[in-house]
DNA sequence: CGAGCTTGTTACGAGATTGTTACAGCTTGG
DNA sequence: CCAAGCTGTAACAATCTCGTAACAAGCTCG
């Protein structure tokens, strides 16, 4: 059931010992667009934050056995995981202080209670913080094309459009780079996946598929021969 | 519901120091339904979103005096102010890395030279997207479908209907999210709750169950294949 | 208890989506 | 102007998705 992209959307680890927490987490995070990898404990984190590489990890202050605390101290520690950003969440606002005092290697907290959309935009500011080149924007627009990634939707001159997933998947890629050449290499693997191997005819296809629904938008898809395509804004 | 002035429409507050920007903008948002105040340099629209309390704020990155960037940091330091959604103006592409290195706190960003229809079009999907449901009303209506909560009662087209506990929840999710894509797992999680294990399939099921019920307004429930279901106005 | 209602799962088929292929038209370089 | 190589277009088959119906388990209420 899942419209499955592994390959650029950033993973975020989380890690509670409390089930419920976890599975919200997950869903909220998913739903904005990320891809989730779940520790039930420190120990688990631990590896899964060496092995998979997560852009981010979200970890729950308490917990059994290793801390969150004690999670980050270790990731700090390992060149290859030290610049993993973290976010900690905590139960009681006092608590915040003491870690504080401890230099803890957090790069944000949130105390508990909290809701799922405030952990959703604290791990996009992280990001955005802390990744200034790729800045994940829901919102794209070029010329009178308008996306919202979060309802998939399109609007073409203020109308509604529907698109098929591979059609959507598409056309946010050439438009998240607009103005920049995508050769057809580079659209099978960001919109079809790392694993995919299909014949790079198919985006021809994909591109003329969606030319034709984007009607008068169409002229935005530059062909370059011999390369592959490029999204232009209009020249004013 | 109400056809009344200043109440119900949203407040925009502007900030530019160019009179011609300022006013051309300030025009295209009325034209848009929107009430406008107006802010020539960063302190007055300082005080003004502190006092006027607007629904979102359009700042000029580059005023003389309080920068568009001091203003978002000031209003984002104040719980009161801190989640009005702020876009922001700058003049050249290549400032908006700067930006985003200095830990911006918009929720969107314009560059310059831009068109006030694009401006009008960031600031509603903007507000769209900041805004989930903040009114919860007893009363819903979508086309001829009508919801009284409290009485727990459904009038298709002025004749009352019995609809079952689940098939009630899911119709008001659909319906206070009218025109708005609700994927699966978003359906299953605001409808059956966030710790159920069901399977998608199910969704269809009660969609489908719904639709049979709603009869002539069966329309109005529309399936976006790949993704999920969502409500539309008969309007459209 | 038991009939009837509600609800989640499953199977299946129609139809949409999608990758491939063939071919025609166009661009490019000589 | 021609030949070679690309790309646009259309058609096709494999696959996927969703609507539909049937079923079974659970619940309610007499």
């Given at each position: 059931?899942?419209?499955?992209?592994?390959?650029?959307?950033?993973?975020?680890?989380?890690?509670d010992?409390?089930?419920?927490?976890?599975?919200?987490?997950a869903?909220?995070?998913?739903r904005?667009?990320?891809?989730?990898?779940?520790?039930?404990?420190?120990?688990?984190?631990?590896?899964l934050?060496?092995?998979?590489?997560?852009s981010?990890?979200v970890?729950?202050?308490?917990?059994?056995?290793?801390s969150?605390?004690?999670?980050?101290k270790?990731?700090k520690?390992?060149?290859?995981?030290s610049?993993?950003?973290?976010?900690?969440?905590?139960?009681k606002a006092?608590?915040?202080?003491?870690?504080?005092?401890?230099?803890l290697?957090?790069?944000?907290?949130?105390?508990?209670?909290?809701?799922?959309?405030?952990?959703?935009?604290?791990?996009?500011?992280?990001?955005?913080?802390?990744?200034?080149?790729?800045?994940?924007?829901?919102?794209?627009?070029?010329?009178?094309?308008?996306?919202?990634?979060?309802?998939h939707?399109?609007?073409?001159?203020?109308?509604?459009?529907?698109?098929?997933?591979t059609?959507?998947?598409l056309?946010t890629?050439?438009?998240e780079?607009?103005g920049?050449l995508?050769?057809?290499?580079?659209l099978?693997?960001?919109?079809?996946?790392?694993?995919?191997?299909?014949?790079?005819?198919?985006?021809?296809?994909?591109i003329?598929r969606?030319?034709?629904?984007?009607?008068?938008?169409?002229?935005?898809?530059?062909?370059?021969?011999?390369?592959?395509?490029?999204?232009?804004?209009?020249?004013?």
């Amino acid at each position: 059931m899942s419209l499955s992209s592994k390959s650029n959307r950033k993973r975020i680890l989380i890690a509670d010992d409390e089930p419920d927490v976890l599975s919200l987490l997950a869903l909220n995070l998913q739903r904005a667009g990320f891809d989730v990898l779940k520790a039930e404990d420190g120990e688990k984190a631990l590896n899964l934050a060496r092995t998979e590489n997560p852009s981010m990890v979200v970890l729950d202050l308490m917990m059994p056995g290793l801390s969150g605390l004690e999670v980050a101290k270790q990731l700090k520690l390992q060149p290859a995981t030290s610049r993993i950003p973290v976010l900690m969440l905590t139960a009681k606002a006092d608590e915040v202080d003491r870690i504080v005092g401890l230099e803890l290697g957090a790069d944000d907290y949130v105390t508990k209670p909290f809701s799922p959309r405030e952990i959703v935009l604290r791990v996009q500011s992280v990001l955005r913080r802390t990744e200034p080149a790729t800045v994940v924007a829901d919102q794209l627009s070029v010329g009178v094309i308008q996306v919202d990634r979060i309802r998939h939707e399109v609007r073409i001159a203020g109308e509604s459009l529907d698109f098929t997933a591979t059609e959507f998947k598409l056309l946010t890629v050439l438009m998240e780079r607009c103005g920049r050449l995508q050769s057809r290499e580079v659209l099978l693997n960001d919109v079809w996946g790392y694993e995919s191997v299909i014949d790079t005819r198919t985006v021809d296809t994909h591109i003329r598929r969606l030319r034709e629904k984007l009607g008068v938008a169409a002229d935005l898809i530059e062909t370059v021969r011999g390369f592959g395509y490029r999204m232009v804004a209009p020249s004013e």
